[in-house]
């Protein structure tokens, strides 16, 4: 198989369990291929601050597509599309978000992302990208001009509560914004027409080839948008069955390396 770029999603894809980190296959397999000239990108829900050190783990040089492809970097750092959101926009969100109890808002800016106090959720996100910037509120952090908003982020347990408010937020928004569940405890939030197929083109320009070169390797609803993008998807073992129907290729689960094995038979 003729290859020539690499995207693949973090959280339940290049790493399956975050307690025993990226399996030995994914970064033999990721190193391989750059060593034979193939772009390899981290796209993400997270921001760059929580891709570098990941990155670094796998020992390669790499593109990160952050917030879900509202901000793509290529290898070096250098920003190669930047899409944030609308601040008056952001605040009419958080709005709906405060009449919802039992879940907890982040701001994501380029570099930095902001919190308003420090429990379970703030632990969890200092754990997987790097420690948040703490304000009274949210939005009195809109209110700082050094700040951007190139994602929202709110977290609950109950899943029945994210259902309710992805649905809410979707009618009242969506001709605006996209809307959607990263994992049942995630929902992202960020200007629409943005997705993770956005950085599969911007990069596939950027190396100059074609998305039908390109291979895409996830495990949730939000990499579909990935997956249509490029020529060939690869859904992990462990993605729900809707995900599956949506890819090209079903590898092992992402505890099992199943990227690192995928790989392994087409760069062998």
């Given at each position: 198989m003729d290859i020539k770029l690499i995207c693949t999603d973090i959280d339940g894809t290049l790493i399956g369990d975050?307690?025993?980190?990226?399996?030995?296959?994914?970064?033999?397999?990721?190193?391989k291929a750059t060593a034979m000239g193939i772009p390899v990108a981290l796209v993400s829900g997270?921001?760059?601050?929580?891709?570098?050190?990941?990155?670094?783990?796998?020992?390669?040089?790499?593109?990160?597509?952050?917030?879900?492809?509202?901000?793509?970097?290529?290898?070096?750092?250098?920003?190669?599309?930047?899409?944030?959101?609308e601040k008056p926009l952001a605040l009419k969100v958080l709005a709906e978000i405060r009449n919802v109890t039992n879940v907890t808002v982040f701001q994501f800016g380029k570099e930095a992302w902001y919190k308003e106090q420090q429990g379970r959720w703030e632990d969890f996100e200092e754990e997987v990208s790097c420690i948040?910037?703490?304000?009274?509120?949210?939005?009195?952090?809109?209110?700082?001009?050094?700040?951007?908003?190139?994602?929202?982020?709110?977290?609950?347990?109950?899943?029945?509560v994210m259902d309710a408010l992805t649905t809410r937020l979707q009618s009242l928004f969506?001709?605006?914004?996209?809307?959607?569940?990263?994992?049942?405890?995630?929902?992202?939030i960020q200007k629409k027409g943005i997705g993770k197929g956005t950085a599969v083109r911007v990069l596939c320009e950027h190396y100059r080839t074609t998305p039908a070169s390109a291979v895409a390797f996830g495990d949730y609803f939000n990499d579909i948008d990935m997956f249509h993008a490029a020529g060939t998807s690869v859904a992990m073992g462990n993605a729900p069955e809707q995900v599956k129907a949506e890819a090209t290729i079903?590898?092992?689960?992402?505890?099992?390396?199943?990227l690192g094995l995928q790989l392994e038979t087409w760069l062998a």
């Open positions: 975050g307690r025993r980190g990226i399996p030995q296959i994914n970064k033999a397999m990721l190193q997270r921001g760059p601050g929580g891709i570098r050190p990941l990155l670094e783990d796998c020992g390669i040089r790499g593109a990160m597509g952050c917030f879900s492809g509202a901000l793509v970097l290529d290898e070096n750092g250098k920003e190669l599309f930047g899409c944030p959101m948040g910037v703490r304000y009274p509120s949210i939005e009195e952090s809109l209110k700082d001009p050094a700040t951007s908003v190139y994602k929202l982020l709110a977290m609950s347990d109950d899943a029945k969506g001709d605006q914004l996209s809307v959607m569940l990263s994992s049942p405890c995630n929902l992202e079903i590898a092992p689960n992402a505890c099992e390396g199943g």
